[in-house]
Structure formats: C-alpha cells, structure tokens
C-alpha cells in the first residue's frame, strides 16, 4: 500500500488550498479514506473521513473544519481530495491521508500546509 499527499503549502488567512493523495497497491474504491492532520507534540487528529463509494462523508466536531473542508474521491484516478477554504492559522499542521485496510492501517508521508499573513 502507497499514498502519497500533495498540494500543501503556504497561504494567507483566508485563502483555500486543494490537498490530494494517490493511492495504490489496494483496491481503492473498496476503502473508506481519511484525512489526519498533526502539529508538533501533539497526538494526530482526524479532519474528515469518506466512505469507499463517496455517498458519505464525516467532519469531526471538535477541528472545526465542517463547512470549511470538503472531502471527496475519485476512483477512476484512485485519489482522495480535501478542500480548504477560509483557511485559518490555526489550520497549520501536517496533513495525512490514511486507509484502514485488512493489512492494517497505513499512512502517508503527509503534506505541510502552514496559514500565516
């Protein structure tokens, strides 16, 4: 299993970003996905997880993302997106995207997106 995040970076308080992660090595379209996001010392936090077809999506309470953050899929070209908007500096972290699979869970090497002026 590979995922590979893209499309962090740097970007004022307002501003959106459009992360991605190119799965392989399972069947994409078989598997919920998620999105993680870390800060240093602190434990990682899920932001937004979608279910296998796409019909569902979940955005925890506590990271008030919901509203801000889209996620979504597309099987066709095993990718997983999160889009966010109105970005806030309190958005800076780390950004992962996972899979929960019969192997295990697995994880890649993340994105840094970091929101300042």
């Known amino acids: 299993v590979q995922l590979a995040e893209s499309g962090g970076g740097l970007v004022q308080p307002g501003g959106s970003l459009r992360l991605s992660c190119t799965a392989s090595g399972f069947p994409f379209s078989a598997y919920g996905m998620s999105w993680f996001r870390q800060t240093p010392g602190k434990e990682r936090k899920l932001v937004a997880t979608?279910?296998?077809?796409?019909?569902?999506?979940?955005?925890p309470e506590d990271e008030d993302v919901e509203g801000r953050f889209t996620i979504s899929r597309d099987n066709a070209k095993n990718t997983v997106f999160l889009q966010m908007n109105s970005l806030k500096p309190e958005d800076t972290a780390v950004y992962f995207c996972s899979v929960i699979t019969r192997q295990g869970d697995f994880w890649g090497p993340g994105t840094q997106v970091t929101v300042s002026p």
């Open positions: 979608i279910s296998a077809a796409g019909g569902s999506t979940h955005y």
